[in-house]
């Protein structure tokens, strides 16, 4: 035997309780088949708690300023971001719900809309954009990890810049992203299903931040500044319509992986719909009030240190510069310790755990998903978070790339399950080879047609996004890449549509039932 074959015999997971005692295979493994009742834990609350987390975040706060560099006024800003988020938690109802139903998550959903082949287009799609997130997310908690080891050790504070000008960061800034990533890898190691409480105090402590935040920047102002009377720069209303679907298009791509993955969270509901509420909820109500903390402490801080100051690790870092006494040190401290911890759960809920989905679903006999995440926290840093962070237009450029890619995956899989399916899915077909399928003509048909609507809806918004074009209709990327592939869909289905059935569960298979 071979060194390689002796490596992959020690990776490949062992015979499973769940799986009736059998070795993961090509198809399955103990987290891609359904969940068993142990294992749906999640209610309305925790759902809520759920997609809190991925909204008290450092890029949520940070939300007004992609917008109002789009010349909107900053409560034009705010209706943008409140329609996006109800829209959000719309969208993430509808795609959620198969997993809620059926308790499988997006990989197995995908073999339902592309087939067993055909899914690894969606799949590997997901997962290069999952890896971007990962990084700009480790990134901007490396920030907060700086301001504390500056307001705890002085010496940090004054250590000499190794990197050039060209590497858009700091050697400060450098050794915060890497104690940031060492810090998150215990919270990677716990399973989903039981970290239900610890996000929830996490949330907590993070939100009570900042509002405490907000409310000293107000106080010390004594108001807010001039950028909330600020009038929009643009000057005709085409103008500011057009600027408003495109910021919602970019408040939608800041998200874009969570909703494409709303399967995966979803099957862990404890009752079919029970995520429904805490989707609303989450997505609405603290997706709207995280944004306006940020915009009302970036102007109540304009009118004290004269400058805008989106990021609030800026606004720490600004505590210490005009007084590195006790008091501005123990404040920079717990004030980015908050935001740390939002910073560690958006990356955990939003981006290893669906890395490691994704890549336990490239290969389930080796990569469960424990170990797919942290294989995506290593390849994570190859993308160079700090390049798109640190660069206000790129950073846009890559949310509404994100919106390319993955609006056509929403809307074909909303309509998959709603119009062509009508919430029924045949379990058994999706876990072994198309040649040993009932429906083996089905699959081989699918597999092509489902790519060739995916592409339509890629290939109509990539190429315009790709070529540069500047026409105000380009704001409308997310929506028409959802739609074109979500009517194509629908329109197939009138003259096939695929046999949904029962689940077929195999008796004594209690892994496979509704």
Known sequence: MTTAKRVLERLRRAPDANLGDLEPTRYMNYDLVPLPPSRRTWTAWSFAGFFATININTVQWQAGSSLISLGLSVWEALIVVIIAKVLMGLIAAFDGYSGGEWHIGFTVVSRSVFGIRGMYLPLIQRLFLCFIWFGVQSWLGGLFVQVILVALFPSFGKLSNTFPASANMTTQQFIGFAVFMVLQLPLIYVPPEKTAIAFRYMNILSGTTMLVVTIWALAHAHGAGPLLTQNSTLTTSNERGWAMIKGITTVIGSLAVSLSNSPDFSRFAKTPGAQVPGQMIGSTVIGTLVPLGGILS??????????????????????????????????????????????????????????????????????NIRRGAYIASVICIAINPWQLANAQSTFINVLDAYSTFLGPLTGMYVADYWIVRRRKIKLTDLYHGPQQGRNLLLLAWRQPQGVCQLDRGVVFCSARFLCGDQREDTGLNWCNGCLLPGISRGICSVNHRPCCGQSGVPAGRSWTSR
């Open 298 to 367: 970036t102007a109540a801080c304009q009118k004290m240190y004269g400058t805008l100051l989106w990021n609030p690790a800026e606004i720490f870092t600004q505590w210490m510069t005009n007084d590195y006494s006790s008091a501005s040190r123990v404040a920079a401290v717990f004030a980015a310790g908050g935001f740390l911890l939002s910073q560690m759960g958006i990356n955990v809920v939003d981006n290893a755990w669906p890395g490691g989905f994704d890549l336990s679903g490239l290969v389930p006999q080796y990569i």
